[in-house]
Each structure stands twice: as structure tokens, then as C-alpha cells.
């Protein structure tokens, strides 16, 4: 999302909460309603009180559970405090039907790489353990896989082979879910599908050597987790942005 406090906040010359206001109303004319909502990383470009205010309540206004998960462009600290109450929901793990979803926190304070710590670690472990009957997704901000776009897999998950380490012993795991990467990515490792989601405000060129925009618009990805362990999904995007996209524009990010 990238939001800032200010309302006129931009990012790589578009305004962060009109595509967002975009995004969310494309999200009520074509999948609502729906049961959960997943922020993956990246709210608050600014890391500000205001801007967790206005994203509170926006979402809450959609009155629909909703966990967050923070990216490196976020306040952990801020996020525990301002995104609490109905409907944010703050553990790191809950039961949808058969299904559970983990939700992992790999920022690491300074960085805008990834990293999965001993607690979440065990987080992840403890959980896919007590819960072996249901079908998991687990949901991070960071990509433990490369995506193709060498300057962005600089700023990956650095201790990937210990996270799939732990998810390999579980096979009730179905799906990986990252933010992060501002591209749709899709993958298989087995029998997990592994998720890279657009961003509501600018899109980044898969497969770039280097930082480039995407002329494809804002988004987000839907999903529906079956019964069987089956997942489908797919991308739906704004018709445009609410001004023309300047794909020289460097700053900023």
C-alpha cells in the first residue's frame, strides 16, 4: 500500500491512497464479500500514526476480519498499536473451515531484506505441529524464493532453506504467500503453491536486472482455499491509474 499521513502522499509520482481507494472499490464490486482479509507488508510507506489511522479505518469500515503482517516500510510497534481492536486480528496463526493460516513477521529493523528469527521459527514449527489435520497457508512479507528480478531477490528472505526446512516436514502445507514484490508471481514446490501479490499503489517489471516500474496497474490477489487442500486464485487490477504512470520517475522508494 505505501500510504502516507499525508493525503497528498506520492510514490514514484502516484498518490498511494487514491490507488488504494481504487483498489478497494474494485474489491467490493467484484469479491465481496469475502471472509478474510490478508495485508501482507508495506502499509505505511512514512511509518506515521496518521497514516496507521487512516488505513484503520478504512479497513475497518469493510467490517470483515483482517491481519496484517509488517513489511520493511513498516512501525511493528505502531501497527500492534493502531491496527488492535475489531476487526484486526493479531495472532499469528487462525482456523478458517479446514484450514489454518500462519502469519509470520520477517522484517528485520534497518534492512529491507528478510529474515525469520528463532521465535518465528518456532512459531511456525509449534503451529504446523498442533495443527497437522488442517491445510495450511502461510503468509510473510518477504519472498523465500527468488522472483526473477535480480535487484529485488537482493531484499529477500536470507534464511529460506531453514524456512522450507520446517515447511517440508509438514505436508498439510498447501500455500506460500508473500507482499514484497509489487509483481504477480506463481510457482509450485511440490504441492505448494507459492504467492507473490501486485500492490495496491506501483508495479515493479518482473524479470528486471534492475529497479524498473510495470505499466500494469494496481491490484490484489484473490483466493479460495477448498476443502480438499486445493487452492484457487488469480490478480484483478484497476482499469487505470488515476493519473499517467511515469515510468522514468527514480525517486522516491
Not at 42 to 59: I, K
Not at 82 to 103: K, Q
Not at 195 to 211: K, V
Amino acid at each position: 500500500m505505501h500510504l502516507f499521513a499525508h493525503a497528498n502522499g506520492e510514490l514514484m509520482g502516484q498518490n498511494t491512497r487514491a490507488t488504494f481507494e481504487l483498489v478497494l472499490d474494485l474489491v467490493r464490486k467484484t469479491s465481496w464479500p469475502a471472509e478474510r482479509i490478508l495485508v501482507t507488508g508495506d502499509l505505511v510507506h512514512d511509518e506515521t500514526r496518521v497514516g496507521y489511522s487512516y488505513l484503520a479505518t478504512r479497513l475497518a469500515a469493510l467490517d470483515t476480519p483482517c491481519h496484517c503482517i509488517p513489511g520493511n516500510h513498516d512501525s511493528p510497534s505502531l501497527m500492534a498499536e493502531i491496527l488492535s481492536g475489531s476487526p484486526f486480528r493479531t495472532e499469528s496463526s487462525a482456523r478458517i473451515g479446514g484450514w489454518n493460516l500462519v502469519f509470520l513477521n520477517s522484517t528485520v529493523p534497518g534492512k529491507d531484506g528478510g529474515h525469520l528469527d528463532g521465535t518465528q521459527m518456532e512459531i511456525l514449527e509449534r503451529t504446523l505441529a498442533e495443527h497437522r489435520r488442517l491445510y495450511t497457508l502461510v503468509c510473510l512479507h518477504h519472498q523465500p524464493v527468488p522472483v526473477g528480478s535480480s535487484w529485488m531477490d537482493t531484499m529477500a528472505l536470507d534464511n529460506p532453506a531453514t524456512f522450507f526446512r520446517v515447511i517440508d516436514r509438514h505436508p498439510q502445507v498447501r500455500g506460500v504467500l508473500w507482499g514484497h514484490v509489487h509483481q504477480e508471481f506463481t510457482a509450485r514446490r511440490d504441492q505448494i503453491l507459492l504467492l507473490g501479490s501486485p500492490s495496491t499503489c506501483i508495479q515493479f517489471l518482473p524479470g528486471s536486472r534492475a529497479f524498473a516500474m510495470d505499466r500494469l496497474t494496481p491490484g490484489f490477489r484473490w483466493l479460495e482455499l477448498h476443502a480438499d487442500g486445493h487452492i484457487d486464485t488469480g490478480i484483478r487490477r484497476v482499469a487505470a491509474y488515476p493519473r499517467p504512470l511515469d515510468l522514468s520517475n527514480r525517486g522516491g522508494y
